[in-house]
């Protein structure tokens, strides 16, 4: 009697534990406590990967070139402590408490490879990725809001534009030292985060292989490099969801074949098209072939009538979302915006100069002193207590 007693007692902790994880039931998603769900977020986008057009930049897009403009203007040093200062205020708590009073459920959180090893990032040596996630974490647990971890920039490069912060050319799926990083910094990150349930799962890699590369050759090598790194993660973490995005910036469903892993979601972007049901039809096909959930992981930057019309679409078929972006500066097109700093046309002007020689870098800089009070503005009006929500924008999202 004392076995059997036992037995159910670890056969009901067994239950209790794997229903601990969001998980895939068919077509379905699951939360921590069994219950289908259905994803309902915005994208923290430009606080771990920063993005020229955010700041209103044109020709310096890239973390890497906006970082030299930066150094450029204000010294190395006095830039590697901006961007300590932007990753620590850009998104904080309260942050996170908005988002979850507006009746989202989750959130996406783009972050470059680089906060996950040695390799020098935005002026700074210092590996910051766990803390900075397990700041977040903390945030979101308090706050009973989940999320999903996206490389946005992968070794070599998985796009080969901005986007990716790369050198132009989506070398990872042609270098097996980049593959070999990736996989590692994938594994590190799903045995750190193995028993933390408010992870819904791992986004591998942002919107691989641009359209403007030869597809014919690359994009049979997606869904393999997507195989090794589930492998590497299922060796310390068989927890989480895996999500995988499709090609040509994660439109192209047609380089997957049938599902080699019983715990994933199929990811797609959408923008700037009709917000109908054909633009969706071909990853409904998908979801009802396979029997499998796919989700919208990006689409926005838009008029709030689009964003109302295509999260109305996506509700109707039950598809989960994450719109981009969370904040920006000076737009409508977001959850929230904040102010642009006074005298930040200085700042443009120089970050879209012709800086290629240091000549023209000297001719061209405006003062350093009143460089750096401009972006230490910018540092102080993008803070949470500074913002204004977009009250039309939050109504297109069905938020309260």
Not at 31 to 55: C, Q, R, S
Not at 236 to 263: C, E, M, Q, Y
Not at 269 to 285: A, N, R, S
Request: hydrophobic share 35%.
């Amino acid at each position: 009697m004392k076995r059997v007693y036992l037995f159910l007692i670890i056969l009901f902790s067994t239950q209790i534990i794997s229903q601990s994880f969001f998980k895939t039931d068919g077509r379905d998603v699951l939360d921590t406590a069994g219950n289908k769900i259905i994803l309902k977020g915005i994208n923290l986008g430009h606080w771990l990967v920063p993005e020229g057009y955010m700041f209103k930049f044109k020709k310096t897009n890239a973390p890497r070139f906006i970082n030299e403009a930066f150094s450029q203007l204000i010294g190395p040093y006095e830039a590697a402590e901006f961007w300590k200062e932007f990753q620590n205020h850009y998104v904080t708590y309260d942050d996170i408490k908005f988002i979850k009073s507006i009746g989202f459920n989750s959130i996406r959180v783009p972050f470059h490879y680089k906060l996950f090893n040695d390799e020098t990032y935005l002026g700074n040596t210092e590996s910051r990725g766990f803390e900075l996630l397990d700041s977040l974490i903390n945030w979101c647990k308090t706050e009973n809001l989940y999320m999903v971890l996206d490389m946005h920039c992968a070794p070599g490069g998985q796009t080969g534009d901005n986007i990716d912060d790369s050198y132009g050319y989506p070398f990872l799926f042609e270098s097996n030292e980049a593959q070999k990083q990736i996989i590692l910094i994938w594994k590190n990150i799903a045995e750190y985060y193995s028993n933390e349930p408010i992870i819904i799962g791992y986004d591998l890699m942002n919107e691989p292989i641009a359209h403007y590369f030869n597809m014919e050759l690359l994009n049979p090598k997606l869904e393999p490099l997507y195989k090794k790194i589930v492998t590497a993660i299922r060796e310390v973490d068989r927890n989480h969801i895996i999500f995988l995005g499709g090609a040509r910036w994660n439109t192209n469903f047609s380089v997957f074949g049938k599902p080699f892993d019983d715990n994933v979601i199929y990811t797609f972007h959408k923008y700037w098209m009709p917000p109908v049901k054909g633009e969706i039809q071909e990853y409904i096909d998908f979801r009802d072939k396979f029997n499998v959930p796919i989700y919208m992981g990006e689409s926005g930057e838009n008029e709030d009538d689009w964003i109302n019309d295509f999260r109305s679409l996506l509700d109707e078929h039950e598809i989960g979302w994450h719109f981009w972006p969370y904040k920006k500066m000076n737009t409508t097109r977001g959850p929230v915006q904040f102010e642009e700093p006074e005298n930040y046309d200085s700042i443009i002007e120089f970050a879209e100069s012709d800086r290629s020689k240091y000549e023209n870098i000297r001719n061209n800089s405006p003062d350093r002193e009143i460089s750096k009070k401009i972006l230490y503005r910018y540092l102080e009006n993008c803070k949470y207590q500074n913002c204004t929500p977009n009250d039309g924008y939050l109504k297109a999202l069905g938020a309260k």
